[in-house]
């Protein structure tokens, strides 16, 4: 077994736990309202746009150990430049705001998670970092590209207003292989770190998502 497998066989439970959320289930089955994709898609511009300076955070922290993840950093933050005005884009076509989602305030467990992500790479061990990358990542190729048919078709959206969620769903399989290759070369003790962190941010992001608009409403607006 590749430690990939045993990454995603030992947080099981977890991701259950996120794919339980009222707001993904409920867009599973067809139900979804405007304001819960708009705020969906708000909650991701605020910790989307941290992306690329937690990136160099964690590179400008990385052991003599993991210096060979330098080069990937920097291949990864090149990728992921400007994914957050996507976003923006997304919420006007979606008929949204996008001046007042740049300008609010993330939700506290969206705030959560990312300030769990600075700590990590500013004190603990930054390997953990990319636990978050595996939840992330792994959520969005599992969910993305389905998610985005579902809603369109529920809410008669334009394809414009779901660039981030169809984007990414492809991106991140590419992402998500070069991932299983990262972590196959790190030592055990790192490995440890990215499966602890991996169950930590199944429940921070698992309760961006629980904090979104109730799907229990008509299935459209």
Not at 28 to 57: C, D, E, I, K
Not at 119 to 148: C, K, W
Not at 171 to 189: I, N
């Amino acid at each position: 077994m590749s430690f990939y497998e045993h990454l995603i066989q030992a947080t099981t439970g977890e991701r259950a736990q996120l794919l339980a959320a009222p707001a993904i289930a409920g867009c599973l089955r067809g139900q979804v309202s405007r304001a819960a994709y708009l705020a969906f898609l708000g909650q991701a511009y605020h910790h989307v746009r941290h992306t690329t300076p937690l990136l160099m955070a964690v590179g400008g922290r990385l052991p003599e150990r993991l210096a060979w993840l330098l080069r990937p950093l920097a291949e990864y933050i090149e990728e992921e430049i400007g994914h957050e005005e996507w976003i923006l884009s997304d919420i006007a076509a979606a008929g949204g705001d996008a001046a007042a989602a740049r300008h609010s305030c993330p939700g506290l467990a969206a705030e959560v998670m990312v300030a769990y992500a600075y700590d990590l790479a500013n004190r603990g061990n930054p390997a953990g970092f990319f636990g978050m990358v595996f939840v992330l990542e792994g959520t969005s190729v599992a969910l993305a590209l389905h998610a985005a048919d579902l809603i369109q078709r529920a809410l008669g959206l334009p394809d414009k207003a779901f660039t981030y969620l169809r984007s990414h769903g492809t991106l991140d399989q590419e992402h998500t292989r070069h991932l299983a290759e990262l972590l196959e070369r790190m030592e055990e003790k790192d490995q440890d770190e990215v499966i602890r962190c991996a169950r930590v941010f199944y429940k921070l992001y698992g309760d961006v998502f629980r904090g979104l608009p109730s799907p229990e409403a008509a299935p459209c607006d």
